[in-house]
Structure formats: structure tokens, C-alpha cells
């Protein structure tokens, strides 16, 4: 009798249902059998062992997505089909992250239907010439498939919108899910045709294909699979609507990695899992993984980057530095806010007119001055709901313009029709200010493209008139609800559903300082520029070969120099805890290391909060654990993990600049001590006690001030650093004052120990 966890998923695309003895037969869980899926039936065939006979030495990695990265089309003078690389296309460019070692091959389909008789010389070609093997799904069954599950069910689904009405993502309809199946079980097929199991890796991209993974399970139990989901993953509550919830979720776990941009999604998958399955998840040092029959699916949280190379060689071209110029004089003396955006429901792209209408009303000085540019994309979907947002788009652009448009000067700029690549890059290149105000995107890439357009080069900043050694800027106005939104920490980020905000949003990006947007954009440039496609494939692929077994291997400047409390000679301790931290820096988007003269301490200010603070836990203990025989403590703070020398702290300092200015005679009357952390109550314990010491003078003030932190020693308490500019300005204010009308006294005036 077969194992329960086995079944026949070919009773999915059947649509039938058997079950094991009056039980309702779950969703094959794994199961692996000699020949092809179409000859799999689970009551005749043993379970074997991938025995499959490896041919290929050299690492190999397939890559699985719903289309290939190749152009096609037909020779104009025999008829005959010409491919080229789709440039623009993830899975092309993430191949430059795994190496030159690497061999890639590629599974999908072609974005042209192919005549059943052309298929063969077809596929022969595609695979001698690009190492891409296509799969080719019969028109009626890829209507069902992609416009039918993917872009009916699925999409709107993880896009947080419930099928409430026909209107609204429709009624389940079975024979679509169906039709999913069938085309998971064809991508299946192809893969198999090429796979050496016990060798390739295999990389499987998207919602188009999250039942792929127990397909590929079923015939190599041993297979080394990934799975990234580009598409957001919505919460628990959203996603049980979905009738065939468990059967996708259990499909996903056939992967050894899953990889999802940002830790909200990973957390609505992980929850689910939790929920509808009963499966509890782990974290240890550094990764987080369930264990699902025997095996470790973890859980992979790296959200993608673009591919700088091409941007900037597009940057270079002749062709762009011409179109900037035409663009500088076609909006010469106005500054142009812009935004790129797909016509769909999702984007946001009425919010941002709304928005750009109230910022008009509200700010009648930026009428005829600020121009919004709208690069409206062609919607990858079809139905009512993109002729909807269509109709809209265009009755409120035409409402802005007629209300406050003058001639030579249109408020919003609509630009619906297709632009080559250069000539978006273009409008980067000009715009003051990027805009995205997307209701929901797994990732959008629009802000990142922006920012290395923004850099520009130095034939740009001459077409320009821009000093190429002069810091560049730019401004960036995104929705909170997009996955690079965590990742952009100097951006204004905004909820689009409140356009009052967004409008005040677009303000602030207008009258902010020039200094104030180069360090906005040198921040974000330096993030985007190391977070590129290629570190996030190789990051990936790291991962997946860890996950399968096989991968064992701002201070301030001062006048004076900083001087040492206590001698420390043996630091040997750092060269065990910095690997650990960069470790988990790695894992953590959003995360730095701090490496001070005495101390490590890593910082999760800019990550996100939930699993920045997980990740603290887990650090926390996995340094605890390394570094038990060192003279060092390891203490977590606000947003920092920091290990120091035992027996130095905060306390000791203050204890010591105490000390010092009593040795040379100069007893402080005032005393103002502020920190924002638990590590600064051992400083507040010292400064309290100095008050009935000999080192303070005896008619001295102390004042010790805990920030956002109770309870405290502390005995006054601010709610955040903006009150302490505040009440410092008001301090430096009544010295002044004081300073006009009173002698200057001859004690000391007083010592401010702060915290960074």
C-alpha cells in the first residue's frame, strides 16, 4: 500500500478525487517513480531513488519561469522564426551572479505561438543555440491557464483582493485549476527532458509554477530546488479563501528554499503554513526553516535589484544624451515630478493624480512651476477592471489640465504609448522627483532604476550643464505598501490611499534642501548599487546549495584624540563574533555592522522591525554561545546586538570624566546626562550618585534624561530625539540671554554626556 504522503497528481488536472479509505486524498506531498509523469500511477509503480545517471561534471543550474528570455519573430523575407535575448528579461540577467563555472539552462515559453509542425526544429534550435528548452502550451490551455488562474485567481489574491463578486477576481472555477496543473505538469516534463538530478540545480520563478515543485519532487525525490515568489504573499486571512490553499502551500514545501522579497511576506507565508497545515517554523543562527516530512524547507528573505551594467550602458548611448537635451528644453524652467507605472488596478496611478490635483489646490505658488510626467505601461492583464482604470486616468488627467492648465503648460504629462528604453531612461534623468504610489507591488524596481539614472555620467551632467564633480540628488516619494519600500530608507514614504499625505508628501520632496537630497540619493545609490541582480542571484543561489546539503564551507570628528578608559591588549574575541554578524547582515536587509575600537555592534535600525528584532534574538545567542570562554559581554540594545569587553560600559566612562575633572579642579555645577538605550543605565546610575559626591560642585545641577526608554534611573524622560534638538536650542537660547545680562561665573559650567 502507498505511503499517505504519496498521491497521483494527476488526479488534479483530472479533476477527480480519491481518497484512502473514505478519507479525502490530500495533495502528494512527495513521491518519486521511474518514467515520465504522464506514466505515473501511484497504485502500480514502486518508489525508487533518483538513480538517474549524471552526465554533466560541470554545476549546472535550470531555470524555470512562465517565458524564456529570448525575442522572436519572423524573417521578413523566408518566413523563418529569428530569436535574440530579451535583454531586459530577470532570469537572462541574474545569470551574471552564479559564475562563470555555472552552466545555465533555461525552461519557459515563448511569447509567439508556434505551429505545431515548427515545434520540433524550433525547440532543436533554441536549445543548440540558447540552452533553452520551450515549453509549448496549446492556445485554449494557456488562455486557462494565464488569464484564467494566474491572472483571475491567483494575482488578485496575493494582491490582498478577496473575490467578493464576479467583478472582483470572479468565482473559483475548478477547470482553471485544473488547467494550472496541466501546464506545471508540462513545465515538469521539460525540465526532466534536460535534468541530471543528482548534479543541477533547479530555480523556479514565480506564481506562474508553485506547483511545479512536487512534479519534480514526485520523480527526484533528491532534487536540489529552489522557488522565488516576485508577487507579494498575502496574510493568512486572505489567503484561506483560496479553495486549493493547501494543495499550493504543500506544493511549495517540495522546495529546498523559498525565497520572498521582504519578511512580511515570508511572515503571511509562515503563518499559513502554521495555520492551515500545522507546521511550526525555526530560526537559527541566522535562517529560518520548517521542517516538512523529514526535510528543512528554509526560508529565503533577499528582496531582487536590477541590473546596473545595462542601465548604464544604455546611459552611454548617443540616443539618450539627445533625448535628455530635447526633454531639458521641452520643460525648461519647470521641475518635473514622474512616475512609471503599469495600467492596472494596483498602481496607484489614480491616487497620484488625486494627489497631484490637491497638491495644486493646496499650493497654488507650484501652478505652472511642477509638471507631472505619467509613463502609463500597457496593463500585463486584461478584463473591465484595466478599461476601468483607463477611462479613469484619462477623465482626471483631462479635469487637472482643464482646471489648471495654461497655454504652454500642462499640469500632468500622459504618456500611454510603448518608449524604448532610452527614452524612459530619459525622463529619469530629469525628474526632480520619482514617484510611486502603488496600492500593492511585490517589488517594483521603478525607484532603483531612477536612482543609477539619477547618477547619470559625465556626457549627461554636460548636456545638463551640471559640474560632474558636484554630488548628484534625486527624491523619492513610494508607497509603503511596494517591497523596496523597506530597502529605501531615505525615501518620504507615504500611505497612497491617503491623498491629503501624498500631496503634503510631494511638497516636501519640492522645498527640501539641495544638501538634504544628496544625502538622500548618496544613501540610496550606495544601497542599490551593491544590492544588484547579480548579488541577489549569487545570495540565492548560496543559499540553495546551503539548504541542500552542499554548501559546507559615523563618528564625529573631534579635535583631539579619543582616549582609552581602560587597557584592553587581547581583541582575539573580534575575529570570532565579526564572521557571525556578517553573517546575519547578509540574511537581514537593512542591517550594518558598527566596528568600534573596543566593541562590535550590529545595527537593525533600517531593517524591518519584526524580523529585524527576530534576527537580534537569534544573534544574541548564537554570539553567546561562540564566545562563552571570552572576556567579552554580549547585550542587546535599541536596535543593536553589541559585544564589548566585560566590565566597560557607559558607567565607567562617566566615571572617569568625573574623576578627571575633579583632578583638575574643575567641579561641573551643571550636568546634563541623556541616553536612549538600556546599555546607558549603568551612566544614569553614576551621574545620580555623583550628586552627594565630592565631584560634583555642592550647589550642582544634575539632570538625567532617558529617551523613549522606561522605566529608567533616569529621573526625566523626552519622547524622542526630535524634543532633545528642542530643549537643547532652548538651553543654548537661555544661555545666551543669560551670558547678555549676567558675568560669566567661574566654575565650570557644565558636562553633556550623550549618546549617539
Request: glycine share 6%; net charge negative; with cysteine.
Given at each position: 500500500?502507498?505511503?499517505?504522503?504519496?498521491?497521483?497528481?494527476?488526479?488534479?488536472?483530472?479533476?477527480?478525487?480519491?481518497?484512502?479509505?473514505?478519507?479525502?486524498?490530500?495533495?502528494?506531498?512527495?513521491?518519486?517513480?521511474?518514467?515520465?509523469?504522464?506514466?505515473?500511477?501511484?497504485?502500480?509503480?514502486?518508489?525508487?531513488?533518483?538513480?538517474?545517471?549524471?552526465?554533466?561534471?560541470?554545476?549546472?543550474?535550470?531555470?524555470?519561469?512562465?517565458?524564456?528570455?529570448?525575442?522572436?519573430?519572423?524573417?521578413?523575407?523566408?518566413?523563418?522564426?529569428?530569436?535574440?535575448?530579451?535583454?531586459?528579461?530577470?532570469?537572462?540577467?541574474?545569470?551574471?551572479?552564479?559564475?562563470?563555472?555555472?552552466?545555465?539552462?533555461?525552461?519557459?515559453?515563448?511569447?509567439?505561438?508556434?505551429?505545431?509542425?515548427?515545434?520540433?526544429?524550433?525547440?532543436?534550435?533554441?536549445?543548440?543555440?540558447f540552452k533553452c528548452v520551450p515549453a509549448f502550451i496549446p492556445p485554449e490551455l494557456f488562455t486557462k491557464f494565464y488569464h484564467g488562474f494566474c491572472k483571475q485567481h491567483l494575482w488578485p489574491l496575493f494582491h490582498y483582493m478577496l473575490p467578493l463578486s464576479p467583478d472582483l477576481g470572479g468565482r473559483f472555477d475548478r477547470s482553471l485549476w485544473q488547467a494550472y496543473v496541466s501546464v506545471n505538469k508540462i513545465f515538469a516534463d521539460k525540465v526532466m527532458e534536460v535534468i541530471s538530478p543528482d548534479d543541477d540545480y533547479v530555480w523556479v520563478h514565480d506564481y506562474h509554477l508553485m506547483v511545479l515543485p512536487t512534479f519534480l519532487?514526485?520523480?527526484?525525490?533528491?532534487?536540489?530546488?529552489?522557488?522565488?515568489?516576485?508577487?507579494?504573499?498575502?496574510?493568512?486571512?486572505?489567503?484561506?479563501?483560496?479553495?486549493?490553499?493547501?494543495?499550493?502551500?504543500?506544493?511549495?514545501?517540495?522546495?529546498?528554499?523559498?525565497?520572498?522579497?521582504?519578511?512580511?511576506?515570508?511572515?503571511?507565508?509562515?503563518?499559513?503554513?502554521?495555520?492551515?497545515?500545522?507546521?511550526?517554523?525555526?530560526?537559527?543562527?541566522?535562517?529560518?526553516?520548517?521542517?516538512?516530512?523529514?526535510?528543512?524547507?528554509?526560508?529565503?528573505?533577499?528582496?531582487?535589484?536590477?541590473?546596473?551594467?545595462?542601465?548604464?550602458?544604455?546611459?552611454?548611448?548617443?540616443?539618450?544624451?539627445?533625448?535628455?537635451?530635447?526633454?531639458?528644453?521641452?520643460?525648461?524652467?519647470?521641475?518635473?515630478?514622474?512616475?512609471?507605472?503599469?495600467?492596472?488596478?494596483?498602481?496607484?496611478?489614480?491616487?497620484?493624480?488625486?494627489?497631484?490635483?490637491?497638491?495644486?489646490?493646496?499650493?497654488?505658488?507650484?501652478?505652472?512651476?511642477?509638471?507631472?510626467?505619467?509613463?502609463?505601461?500597457?496593463?500585463?492583464?486584461?478584463?473591465?477592471?484595466?478599461?476601468?482604470?483607463?477611462?479613469?486616468?484619462?477623465?482626471?488627467?483631462?479635469?487637472?489640465?482643464?482646471?489648471?492648465?495654461?497655454?504652454?503648460?500642462?499640469?500632468?504629462?500622459?504618456?500611454?504609448?510603448?518608449?524604448?528604453?532610452?527614452?524612459?531612461?530619459?525622463?529619469?534623468?530629469?525628474?526632480?522627483?520619482?514617484?510611486?504610489?502603488?496600492?500593492?507591488?511585490?517589488?517594483?524596481?521603478?525607484?532603483?532604476?531612477?536612482?543609477?539614472?539619477?547618477?547619470?555620467?559625465?556626457?549627461?551632467?554636460?548636456?545638463?550643464?551640471?559640474?560632474?564633480?558636484?554630488?548628484?540628488?534625486?527624491?523619492?516619494?513610494?508607497?509603503?505598501?511596494?517591497?523596496?519600500?523597506?530597502?529605501?530608507?531615505?525615501?518620504?514614504?507615504?500611505?497612497?490611499?491617503?491623498?491629503?499625505?501624498?500631496?503634503?508628501?510631494?511638497?516636501?520632496?519640492?522645498?527640501?534642501?539641495?544638501?538634504?537630497?544628496?544625502?538622500?540619493?548618496?544613501?540610496?545609490?550606495?544601497?542599490?548599487?551593491?544590492?544588484?541582480?547579480?548579488?541577489?542571484?549569487?545570495?540565492?543561489?548560496?543559499?540553495?546549495?546551503?539548504?541542500?546539503?552542499?554548501?559546507?564551507?559615523?563618528?564625529?570628528?573631534?579635535?583631539?584624540?579619543?582616549?582609552?578608559?581602560?587597557?584592553?591588549?587581547?581583541?582575539?574575541?573580534?575575529?570570532?563574533?565579526?564572521?557571525?554578524?556578517?553573517?546575519?547582515?547578509?540574511?537581514?536587509?537593512?542591517?550594518?555592522?558598527?566596528?568600534?575600537?573596543?566593541?562590535?555592534?550590529?545595527?537593525?535600525?533600517?531593517?524591518?522591525?519584526?524580523?529585524?528584532?527576530?534576527?537580534?534574538?537569534?544573534?544574541?545567542?548564537?554570539?553567546?554561545?561562540?564566545?562563552?570562554?571570552?572576556?567579552?559581554?554580549?547585550?542587546?540594545?535599541?536596535?543593536?546586538?553589541?559585544?564589548?569587553?566585560?566590565?566597560?560600559?557607559?558607567?565607567?566612562?562617566?566615571?572617569?570624566?568625573?574623576?578627571?575633572?575633579?583632578?583638575?579642579?574643575?567641579?561641573?555645577?551643571?550636568?546634563?546626562?541623556?541616553?536612549?538605550d538600556r546599555s546607558d543605565e549603568d551612566m544614569f546610575e553614576v551621574i545620580m550618585h555623583a550628586k552627594t559626591s565630592p565631584r560634583l560642585s555642592p550647589v550642582a545641577e544634575v539632570f538625567a534624561c532617558t529617551v523613549g526608554q522606561k522605566p529608567s534611573k533616569a529621573k526625566y524622560y523626552v519622547e524622542d530625539r526630535s524634543e532633545i534638538l528642542r530643549m537643547l536650542q532652548a538651553l543654548a537660547n537661555a544661555s545666551e540671554q543669560a551670558a547678555k545680562t549676567a558675568p560669566t561665573p567661574a566654575s565650570c559650567g557644565g558636562l553633556i554626556i550623550n549618546r549617539e
Amino acid at each position: 500500500m502507498v505511503s499517505r504522503s504519496y498521491s497521483n497528481l494527476l488526479d488534479l488536472a483530472s479533476g477527480d478525487s480519491p481518497s484512502f479509505g473514505g478519507e479525502r486524498k490530500r495533495f502528494p506531498r512527495v513521491a518519486t517513480v521511474p518514467g515520465l509523469l504522464s506514466e505515473v500511477d501511484d497504485e502500480t509503480c514502486n518508489s525508487v531513488g533518483s538513480e538517474a545517471p549524471s552526465s554533466v561534471s560541470q554545476e549546472r543550474m535550470i531555470i524555470v519561469g512562465n517565458q524564456l528570455p529570448l525575442r522572436a519573430h519572423r524573417n521578413e523575407d523566408n518566413g523563418d522564426w529569428c530569436f535574440s535575448w530579451d535583454e531586459d528579461s530577470l532570469l537572462l540577467q541574474l545569470k551574471d551572479g552564479l559564475g562563470e563555472d555555472v552552466e545555465v539552462i533555461y525552461v519557459g515559453c515563448l511569447k509567439e505561438q508556434v505551429a505545431l509542425n515548427e515545434q520540433d526544429d524550433v525547440a532543436q534550435t533554441l536549445l543548440e543555440t540558447f540552452k533553452c528548452v520551450p515549453a509549448f502550451i496549446p492556445p485554449e490551455l494557456f488562455t486557462k491557464f494565464y488569464h484564467g488562474f494566474c491572472k483571475q485567481h491567483l494575482w488578485p489574491l496575493f494582491h490582498y483582493m478577496l473575490p467578493l463578486s464576479p467583478d472582483l477576481g470572479g468565482r473559483f472555477d475548478r477547470s482553471l485549476w485544473q488547467a494550472y496543473v496541466s501546464v506545471n505538469k508540462i513545465f515538469a516534463d521539460k525540465v526532466m527532458e534536460v535534468i541530471s538530478p543528482d548534479d543541477d540545480y533547479v530555480w523556479v520563478h514565480d506564481y506562474h509554477l508553485m506547483v511545479l515543485p512536487t512534479f519534480l519532487r514526485k520523480r527526484f525525490n533528491r532534487v536540489k530546488l529552489g522557488f522565488f515568489l516576485h508577487s507579494p504573499f498575502p496574510s493568512s486571512e486572505i489567503y484561506r479563501t483560496l479553495p486549493v490553499r493547501d494543495e499550493i502551500l504543500r506544493a511549495l514545501l517540495n522546495s529546498d528554499l523559498i525565497g520572498f522579497h521582504t519578511f512580511d511576506y515570508a511572515r503571511h507565508f509562515l503563518s499559513c503554513c502554521g495555520r492551515m497545515l500545522g507546521l511550526s517554523y525555526q530560526s537559527k543562527r541566522g535562517y529560518i526553516g520548517l521542517e516538512y516530512y523529514g526535510r528543512t524547507v528554509s526560508i529565503k528573505i533577499l528582496p531582487v535589484g536590477i541590473h546596473i551594467g545595462q542601465l548604464q550602458s544604455v546611459l552611454n548611448l548617443p540616443e539618450t544624451a539627445a533625448k535628455v537635451a530635447e526633454l531639458r528644453a521641452q520643460f525648461r524652467g519647470q521641475t518635473v515630478m514622474l512616475g512609471v507605472d503599469d495600467m492596472d488596478i494596483f498602481k496607484g496611478i489614480s491616487l497620484k493624480l488625486l494627489a497631484m490635483e490637491q497638491l495644486l489646490m493646496q499650493h497654488p505658488e507650484n501652478r505652472g512651476e511642477v509638471v507631472l510626467v505619467q509613463i502609463a505601461n500597457p496593463a500585463r492583464g486584461r478584463g473591465r477592471d484595466v478599461q476601468e482604470v483607463q477611462s479613469e486616468t484619462y477623465a482626471t488627467v483631462k479635469r487637472i489640465n482643464n482646471r489648471f492648465g495654461r497655454p504652454g503648460y500642462d499640469p500632468v504629462v500622459l504618456i500611454d504609448t510603448p518608449l524604448q528604453l532610452y527614452e524612459r531612461i530619459a525622463y529619469y534623468v530629469i525628474a526632480e522627483c520619482c514617484l510611486v504610489t502603488a496600492v500593492r507591488d511585490g517589488m517594483n524596481l521603478i525607484p532603483y532604476e531612477y536612482i543609477i539614472c539619477r547618477q547619470g555620467n559625465e556626457k549627461l551632467d554636460e548636456t545638463l550643464g551640471l559640474d560632474p564633480s558636484a554630488p548628484k540628488k534625486s527624491m523619492l516619494v513610494v508607497s509603503e505598501f511596494i517591497g523596496c519600500s523597506p530597502s529605501l530608507s531615505g525615501a518620504i514614504r507615504v500611505n497612497p490611499w491617503n491623498i491629503d499625505a501624498v500631496a503634503e508628501a510631494m511638497d516636501s520632496a519640492l522645498i527640501v534642501s539641495e544638501a538634504e537630497k544628496q544625502l538622500r540619493h548618496e544613501k540610496h545609490y550606495r544601497y542599490v548599487s551593491t544590492h544588484d541582480v547579480p548579488y541577489w542571484a549569487r545570495s540565492f543561489l548560496q543559499d540553495l546549495e546551503r539548504a541542500c546539503g552542499d554548501h559546507l564551507r559615523r563618528r564625529p570628528n573631534h579635535d583631539s584624540d579619543w582616549e582609552t578608559c581602560v587597557s584592553l591588549p587581547d581583541f582575539d574575541w573580534k575575529q570570532i563574533a565579526e564572521p557571525v554578524m556578517k553573517l546575519y547582515t547578509e540574511t537581514t536587509d537593512g542591517s550594518t555592522i558598527e566596528t568600534k575600537e573596543s566593541a562590535l555592534v550590529w545595527n537593525y535600525l533600517y531593517a524591518d522591525p519584526d524580523f529585524g528584532f527576530c534576527q537580534a534574538k537569534e544573534l544574541l545567542d548564537h554570539l553567546e554561545s561562540v564566545l562563552a570562554n571570552e572576556p567579552v559581554s554580549v547585550k542587546s540594545g535599541q536596535h543593536v546586538v553589541e559585544v564589548k569587553p566585560q566590565g566597560v560600559n557607559k558607567g565607567l566612562v562617566a566615571e572617569h570624566l568625573l574623576t578627571t575633572m575633579r583632578q583638575k579642579g574643575k567641579l561641573p555645577d551643571f550636568v546634563l546626562c541623556i541616553g536612549d538605550d538600556r546599555s546607558d543605565e549603568d551612566m544614569f546610575e553614576v551621574i545620580m550618585h555623583a550628586k552627594t559626591s565630592p565631584r560634583l560642585s555642592p550647589v550642582a545641577e544634575v539632570f538625567a534624561c532617558t529617551v523613549g526608554q522606561k522605566p529608567s534611573k533616569a529621573k526625566y524622560y523626552v519622547e524622542d530625539r526630535s524634543e532633545i534638538l528642542r530643549m537643547l536650542q532652548a538651553l543654548a537660547n537661555a544661555s545666551e540671554q543669560a551670558a547678555k545680562t549676567a558675568p560669566t561665573p567661574a566654575s565650570c559650567g557644565g558636562l553633556i554626556i550623550n549618546r549617539e
